[in-house]
Antibody, heavy 121, light 112 residues
């Protein structure tokens, strides 16, 4: 059974950075895409970017280009999302999600529990 | 980016009745080489991550009750719940994965 376990809640100052982790267990880590999706309070879902560990190159939503970095550590089956230059509007729950096989990489059948990042002075 | 627009924003349906949610993409998400629509539907309940219901526009994820069905092609899609149950109260999102990934704004489904 695939499980994604994320790191705990964070409180950050404006202008700082945050790095959230997502540890996978069960199933093969390297072959499946990992996406990061965020949800501001009371708002909808917003895809930030994704990576297929075996290929190592991340793709980012244009909105976050230059501010987000997604990486993986295959030795620990862990994905990371780092967001820099934080502002209050970045306050949200951040989810990692695993994609399906092949052409279904963009479908997310497994999700982490979410990590609340609060940006406040 | 492909813009996904759902309608309505909210919906109230009586228990046992049919619920229909629409999703329109700003460009086709039908890939001609495999004749597949790159469209998925998710259900999200308060305090929980989203749950995948439907992918390839009409393929039900394993374990999803058969009262949930997806239809449509190209730019127009529909999620139908044939007989609403109390546990179906949630926000529903469509998502395209044809070009990058984008979500619709969500549709809140309540009991009338």
């Amino acid at each position: 059974q695939v499980q994604l376990v994320q790191s705990g809640a964070e409180v950050k100052k404006p202008g700082s950075s945050v790095k959230v982790s997502c540890k996978a267990s069960g199933g093969t880590f390297s072959s499946y895409a990992i996406s990061w999706v965020r949800q501001a309070p009371g708002q909808g879902l917003e895809w930030m970017g994704g990576i297929i560990p075996i290929f190592g190159t991340a793709n980012y939503a244009q909105k976050f280009q230059g501010r987000v970095t997604i990486t993986t550590d295959e030795s620990t089956s862990t994905a990371y999302m780092e967001l820099s230059s934080l502002r209050s509007e970045d306050t949200a729950v951040y989810y990692c999600a695993r994609g399906g096989e092949g052409a279904a990489a963009g479908t997310h059948g497994y999700w982490g529990q979410g990590t609340l990042v609060t940006v406040s002075s | 980016d492909i813009v996904m627009t759902q309608s309505p924003d909210s919906l109230a349906v009586s228990l046992g009745e049919r619920a229909t949610i629409n999703c329109k993409s700003s460009q086709s998400v039908l890939y001609s080489s495999n004749n597949k629509n790159y469209l998925a539907w998710y259900q999200q309940k308060p305090g929980q991550p989203p749950k995948l219901l439907i992918y390839w526009a009409s393929t039900r994820e394993s374990g999803v009750p058969d009262r949930f069905s997806g239809s449509g092609s190209g730019t127009d899609f529909t999620l139908t719940i044939s007989s609403l149950q109390a546990e179906d109260v949630a926000v529903y999102y469509c998502q395209q994965y044809y070009s990058s990934i984008t979500f619709g704004q969500g549709t809140r489904l309540e009991i009338k």
